[in-house]
DNA sequence: ATACGACCTCAAGTAGCTTGAGGTTCAAGC
DNA sequence: GCTTGAACCTCAAGCTACTTGAGGTCGTAT
């Protein structure tokens, strides 16, 4: 007897594999309350339907985003009511806001290294100058 | 007798203003050995000294740029051995690197968000369609 | 029969701090 | 000289989102 298993239903190591996460992450997402509990074999192993799995890459797809898990939890609060599409439009708007916010942050910080790099190159000529220019940038504020 | 604290020398409130951060991150850099342990009153204060300040405002701004503490500490060890330079702008172009890394990712992500609102707006036009796209549209590899 | 991978639970570790409890010390005003 | 209130002290625990490890069971292929 092989078929225990119908083709909907997925052992904890095939529903992590198909949501590109970690088995222990998915245990952790159960334990939290992110991911309902799921049914068991008589042996105690976890069995997953479709519809968790598709449940469970949500959770990965959002995470990946950079989403936080409250306000993942916030999203998947709105959809169980159904047509709170306000809601969800809402918050994936706020969250392309934080997303901007970073970027714009992580840009300036990228340009500020750039210059400190530039202007080693140009003062440490050959690469031993003890006056090295990065330390004296990195300590300013900028 | 009031000045006890020559103007060099500061009291940990003081000194973490002047880098930017709260009391017990500073006492929790001390802690972990990426802060030198700092001088003491008689009554147990800690007294900052110019030096010790810029070496904290060194530490925050890398931290604001984003760099992990031992890598901090990497670059803290690199710049006691005087000449170090080569290793320093190593260590910048490779955050440099991560930085640009993660700004094309999040620039990715923030792209495939747009999408989803601008489906969502598109399909479930007047805010209460309850076929709303934002979910089978997390719910996706993409 | 035996090996081996996949599963189980429970506990502790990770980063980089923050928060809280409970108690001194300092500087200023009266 | 006394009191108030801010700033300091230590130690312990909490936070996010997991990962890692120990020690054991289950499933299946040979």
């Given at each position: ?119 080693c190159?140009?003062t440490c000529?050959?690469?031993a100058a003890p006056c090295c220019t990065i330390y004296s ?6």
């Amino acid at each position: 007897m092989e078929a225990v298993f119908l083709h909907a239903e997925l052992t904890i190591g095939r529903a992590a594999r198909a949501a590109g996460c970690t088995v222990p992450t998915v245990r952790y997402y159960e334990e939290i309350g992110l991911l309902s509990v799921v049914n068991r074999t008589a042996s105690g192993h976890r069995v997953y339907a479709h519809s968790t799995v598709e449940q469970l890459k949500l959770i990965r797809r959002c995470r990946d985003f950079g989403m936080a898990i409250k306000d993942i939890n916030a999203l998947i609060a709105v959809s169980t009511s159904p047509a709170e599409c306000d809601a969800a439009l809402a918050l994936i708007n706020e969250h392309r806001g934080n997303l901007r916010d970073r970027i714009a942050e992580l840009k300036s910080l990228e340009r500020a290294l750039a210059v400190m790099a530039a202007r080693c190159e140009a003062t440490c000529v050959g690469g031993a100058a003890p006056c090295c220019t990065i330390y004296s940038d990195l300590a300013e504020s900028g």
